[in-house]
């Protein structure tokens, strides 16, 4: 079964500055989908960022990038110029090609200080 | 920009009831979801909708939930007689197909949070 782990509980990071979001997942399939959600205080989970596995560019979304290596099934979220609305709670998720369901990790509280 | 909404935003309950939470997915979107959130744990998959079917459900999803798209906007999930252990936010997401037939990314509304007494 796949699972996905985000090993730091929470992260703090100073305005203006990069932080980078650890995620590592396990997995025996090679097509897969990686996500990393945010969830602000509003609980409302907001997609940041999306990886196809076959896809060998890093994607980037504005100030958010991620750094995928698919032989290590790792998938880190790195957040530069932080801004006081990049505080919340931040998961990475997990999506085999063929099944819905996304598969969680237990979440990077991630607090900005001014 | 368009959003999957859900109503009500707060739900309390007496255990043994019945609830039913609604969602308006994005409009053009084909594949409806719910998961839900335990407090302090990790966002779980209860179930996938396509179809006016059941695509995939979890070992969570039992007899006691059941899912409906009554009409051409709304996608319930009713939980027959709650329980204390059914108190948690509840997530309905949405997504559309990509070009290639897959399923295009899962777009998460603000959540229901239930509380069972």
């Known amino acids: 079964a796949q699972t996905v782990t985000q090993s730091q509980p929470e992260m703090s990071v100073q305005e203006a500055e990069t932080v980078t979001l650890s995620c590592t997942y396990d997995?025996?399939?090679?097509?897969?989908?990686l996500f990393w959600y945010k969830q602000p205080p509003s609980r409302q989970m907001i997609l940041v960022i999306r990886?196809?596995?076959?896809?060998?560019q890093n994607a980037t979304e504005n100030r958010f990038s991620v750094n995928f290596q698919k032989a290590a099934k790792s998938f880190s979220l790195k957040i530069s110029d932080s801004q006081l609305g990049d505080a919340a709670m931040y998961f990475c998720?997990?999506?085999?090609?063929?099944?819905?369901?996304?598969?969680f990790g237990t979440g990077t509280r991630l607090q900005v200080f001014p | 920009e368009p959003e999957v909404t859900q109503t009500p935003s707060h739900q309390v309950t007496q255990m043994g009831q019945e609830v039913i939470l609604r969602c308006v997915p994005i409009?053009?979107?084909?594949?409806f979801y719910w998961y839900r959130q335990i407090l302090g744990q990790k966002v779980e998959f209860l179930v996938s909708?396509?179809?006016?079917?059941?695509?995939?459900k979890s070992e969570i999803f039992d007899d006691q939930f059941s899912v409906e798209r009554p009409d051409g906007s709304n996608f319930t999930l009713k939980i027959r007689s709650t329980k204390l252990e059914d108190s948690a936010m509840y997530f309905c997401a949405s997504s559309d197909f990509m070009a290639s037939g897959l399923q295009e990314t899962q777009y998460f509304g603000p959540g229901t949070r239930l509380l069972v007494l």
């Open positions: 990886q196809e596995a076959y896809k060998q």
């Open positions: 998720a997990y999506r085999s090609h063929n099944t819905d369901k996304l598969i």
């Open positions: 997995t025996s399939e090679s097509d897969y989908y």
């Open positions: 909708f396509y179809n006016n079917e059941i695509s995939e």
């Open positions: 409009s053009n979107h084909l594949y």
